[in-house]
């Protein structure tokens, strides 16, 4: 068993929870949280009858750090540990791995999956559980899975159930929650103490220690002067104004300044209510405009050649499936212009400076004889891929020795990563294979990447808790942490609130560590009261949402061609996950493209092919087949590809649950009975 030594301040801050009381502590990125934890974990073990402890995650990633890291090595020897995610088999009768481990270490879904189930194998009740440890748990808020759970809780409390786990939440930073002003900090802060039904502690006495181990970095605005000429940029703006003349866009509609997230939001409701109106020019215009504005996001933060390319691929797919005038129109702009545009992307005159300015921020920390580890953070997928590939063919960069590759989320699709391959770069990064991780957000949480001395935050505006989490990152003696922005630009801007509101953040703690206990006790109550009845009235409204029409008087058009091709009743709900058309004609609708692979495994379902619209040259993306318990082929589709006519207009969605009909489950034996009847005979 590996040795067990808390720090001072690690003592102090697991105090209350070795007395049983709900407790989330509150420790920096590096601060040894979930050692501490596991202390109180073992604790726990060692001193309470039939003992049964849960650690959450909210990262399926997590799972398996937590386990092999932490909570294996001091605690494996004398108790039973079971890891479990969505990946694991064990989900499929997690009642039975609660019963027969000790110490169990899943993502939240899990056990929010096996608390409404009913199924004897998978049910599993809070009062199975004597100690809840909730990660990363500033996530407890609104619709959260951590949130649900702890509804559950909240709810038992209130009801004056005794037999419910003792909590520990363990976070970085719960953030203001959008507060500008200490007094609605505060109230965020009762907020999460409410919804995690606990106080909130930190080092007091120890503050020295804990800023000794947990070095802040020196924190460097690297700042680039916006570029004397940008032909290009001017270019695509130039023919989206051709676009807007084109599309002869509504009186009442006012699109905000292009190449900004801000136009990105009018364009996404222009697509909408295009589709609400059955107007394709409109719709069709709006998609290609959100191109244009992501290639000069793009061209803002990376080089013109990414900007160009994006375009380029986009287009690539839309030569072929061109359905009518206005299709012809936007794809024949491109064409017209990919000359000249490729010619300005391709002029170093005009490259962006951000570039050469990160370029010599990297340089400085790293070298040929320099030991040096860092992550250097972006906004998207793509952008990761883009900063690699100018890393990797960047003379300089390789000269100095850096070894770089991407960290994103996982999940399926080719811009994914999947668990393996995560696990695999942080294997590499721990053990210097590499040196520099490009990552999207997902490194900024949670992940335990070993201490960086470079810390860059490139072409990001993001809220308090991820800068916070972020620069954490930069964990080394004499660390850098780097913004790489433009003069005056809005990166820099949001720096500073962010900093103030971090500050807000700790004044609102503070504040509520300071409250008697009768003040704290009878504020949670009544926030707690209040989460419970605002949750009904909710429930209720989404319930009344799902009556609104019957599935049968719900018209399914394709999104992108308008064709109708289903009707509501035709889809089924099937495992409480996949959304399948199961009417035998809908096949005429679509053809099927490309193979799908995921990286795991199902117990009773495999995925088929891609499905796509069969309607003349559209081939809309709708979703893919699977084939379900080895006999069901059965179209499983992303509502967010359609559109939806109700009796009272057309209407779209991005999420199945939000559909204003409700979708029966499907019925297997019924399936089977309708589409092959001789097996019955």
């Not at 190449?259 to 069709?284: K, M, P």
């Not at 820099?492 to 560590?513: D, S």
């Amino acid at each position: 068993m590996a040795e067990f030594k808390l720090r001072a301040y690690q003592k102090e801050v697991v105090e209350r929870a070795l007395k049983g009381e709900n407790v989330i502590i509150w420790l920096p990125t590096g601060g040894g949280k979930t050692r501490a934890a596991v202390y109180v974990a073992k604790r726990h073990l060692e001193t309470t009858a039939n003992a049964k402890v849960m650690v959450l995650v909210n990262k399926v990633h997590l799972v398996d750090q937590h386990y092999t890291k932490e909570f294996a090595p001091h605690l494996s020897d004398r108790y039973k540990l079971m890891k479990v995610s969505g990946e694991s088999e064990e989900k499929d009768f997690f009642g039975i791995v609660v019963q027969d481990n000790d110490v169990i270490i899943c993502t939240a879904q899990i056990l929010h999956n096996a608390l409404i189930n009913k199924e004897e194998a998978k049910h599993v009740e809070l009062s199975d559980i004597t100690l809840l440890i909730i990660d990363e748990c500033h996530h407890t808020h609104k619709e959260s899975v951590y949130n649900k759970i702890m509804r559950c809780y909240v709810e038992k409390k209130l009801k004056g159930q005794r037999r419910i786990p003792q909590i520990l939440g363990l976070t970085a930073s719960p953030g203001t929650g959008g507060a500008k002003v200490l007094e609605d900090a505060v109230n965020h802060v009762l907020e999460i103490c409410a919804n995690l039904d606990s106080v909130i502690v930190s080092t007091k006495n120890f503050t020295p220690e804990l800023e000794e181990k947990v070095p802040r970095p020196r924190k460097t605005f690297d700042i680039v002067e916006k570029r004397d000429a940008d032909p290009f940029g001017d270019h695509i703006k130039w023919m989206m104004q051709l676009i807007h003349d084109f599309m002869n866009l509504p009186s009442d509609v006012r699109l905000r300044e292009c190449g900004t997230q801000e136009y990105e939001a009018d364009v996404v409701i222009l697509e909408q209510q295009g589709v609400r109106e059955s107007n394709r020019l409109l719709a069709q215009c709006a998609l290609h405009l959100r191109q244009y504005n992501d290639a000069l996001l793009i061209n803002d933060t990376l080089r013109m050649m990414d900007a160009y390319r994006s375009l380029e691929e986009f287009y690539n797919t839309k030569v072929t499936t061109a359905i009518d005038g206005t299709d012809y129109f936007l794809v024949g702009l491109f064409q017209e212009n990919q000359v000249e545009l490729k010619n300005f992307a391709t002029d170093p005159r005009y490259e962006n400076p951000k570039m050469a300015k990160l370029e010599s921020t990297l340089l400085s920390q790293f070298g040929p004889d320099v030991q040096s580890r860092g992550i250097l953070f972006s906004r998207t997928r793509r952008s990761t891929r883009c900063l690699l590939d100018w890393v990797q063919n960047k003379r300089t960069l390789q000269k100095a020795g850096i070894k770089a590759a991407i960290l994103t989320g996982a999940g399926n699709g080719i811009t994914y990563m999947t668990q393996n391959e995560q696990a695999e770069t942080i294997r590499n990064f721990r053990n210097g294979t590499l040196n520099l991780l490009i990552s999207t957000s997902v490194a900024e949480e949670g992940l335990d990447i070993p201490e960086c001395n470079l810390v860059v935050r490139y072409g990001l505006l993001t809220n308090e808790i991820a800068q916070q989490q972020a620069s954490g990152r930069a964990r080394a003696r004499d660390s850098q942490y780097s913004v790489v922005a433009q003069a005056g630009g809005r990166e820099i801007r949001r720096e500073r609130i962010n900093e103030y509101l971090e500050e807000l953040t700790g004044k609102a703690i503070a504040r509520v560590q300071r409250m008697s206990e009768h003040e704290f006790r009878k504020k949670i109550n009544d926030l707690q009261t209040q989460a419970i009845i605002m949750s009904k009235v909710l429930e209720d409204r989404k319930t009344e949402k799902k009556n609104r029409y019957a599935a049968s008087s719900i018209r399914i058009l394709c999104r992108n061609c308008f064709a109708q091709v289903a009707s509501g009743n035709d889809f089924k709900l099937l495992e409480n996950a996949h959304y399948v058309n199961i009417n035998p004609g809908f096949k005429n609708h679509y053809k099927l493209g490309g193979k799908v692979v995921l990286d795991r495994r199902f117990e009773d379902w495999e995925p088929g092919c891609t499905v796509n619209c069969n309607n003349g040259n559209c081939n809309k993306d709708w979703g893919f087949e699977m084939k379900y318990k080895e006999v069901a082929l059965l179209p499983n589709l992303a509502i967010k590809n359609f559109a939806l006519e109700t009796p009272e207009g057309t209407v779209t969605v991005k999420k199945w649950k939000d559909v204003p009909f409700m979708v029966e489950e499907f019925s297997f034996e019924q399936y089977c009975n309708e589409n092959f009847p001789d097996l019955f005979d």
